[in-house]
């Protein structure tokens, strides 16, 4: 059977008493997507620390496993170097980590001798909300990023000082040159992502994903709804395209030597307020 959706449909002539249908071989074929766990994210190593984080469970070629955290605030891919977890750094900013803590809490670190590095030229005006932070861009490096089944050669900037972001961030802003990149090459079909977090809910907990070039219509329950990006997309001075008005949380415990479950009231309709999503 011929779907109008999947065929197109050129020319139908009569001739000689006969209809020949011509129809072209452009088939309607689903754009490439390209799907990723998002969750728990545990790396384990035979010559050094396990990691136990959360995110995105990315490879970067020659050096290492890294979980990475979506994010929609800078355009580049930011990857968390070894010299983050020195000494020296924990020290200026009191954090009482060993090496082995730091490597767990930041989702894992690259080696940045082991890849090609690269000009951070633009990267900083790609990348102004990361300024804004009070972080610099003083290194960069071509980095062939494993993404599931895929690898792409990408220039990401190296997070190897401060202490304002804790892990690698996947780059999915307005702007993200991961995207781009990856539907340049054909991987995708479009730049765009959709993101279902999952949860860690001890009752029910549920795993995420994240579609690169799409979403994943099985995260849908119910009806769809559209949303516009938030115009202004600040917040508090903050870039935030992606905001949600915030109107009840309430969290209800009940400890081992509680008699009955202590309920608490943070947020409700007399003091509600707009929260910045950002993952």
Known sequence: MFTPNCLTWVLA???????????????????????LAVGSCIILST????????????GVQNANEICAVPSTVVNSTFLTSSELCNDDQ??????????????????????????????I??????????????????EAVNATLQLGRHSITTVAALF???????????GLAAGSTLLHDLKENGLIGSNSWGLNAGSKSLQSPRAGSLVLG????????????????????????????????????????????????????FVSNANKWMACIEP
């Open 160 to 170: 190897s000082d401060g202490n304002v972001s804790t892990s690698s961030h996947l």
């Open 47 to 58: 010559n050094q620390s396990d990691v136990h984080s959360w995110g995105v469970k990315i």
């Open 13 to 35: 002539l009569l001739l000689l008493g006969n209809i020949h249908l011509v129809i072209s071989d452009n088939v309607c074929r689903v754009p490439p997507t390209i799907q």
């Open 90 to 119: 924990l020290g200026m900013h009191g954090l009482q980590w060993s090496r082995e803590q730091c490597r767990s809490r930041r989702g894992g670190f690259i080696d940045k001798h082991k890849v090609p590095s690269a000009s």
């Open 121 to 138: 030229d633009g990267l900083a005006e790609l990348n102004p909300e990361w300024g804004a932070l009070d972080n610099n861009i003083t």
């Open 214 to 265: 799409g979403f994943d219509e099985a995260s849908i329950a119910g009806s769809f709804f559209e949303y516009g990006v938030k115009s202004p997309d600040k917040l508090e001075n903050r870039y935030c395209p992606l905001q949600v008005l915030v109107t009840g949380l309430a969290i209800t415990a009940k400890g081992a030597n509680m008699t009955k479950p202590v309920s608490r009231t």
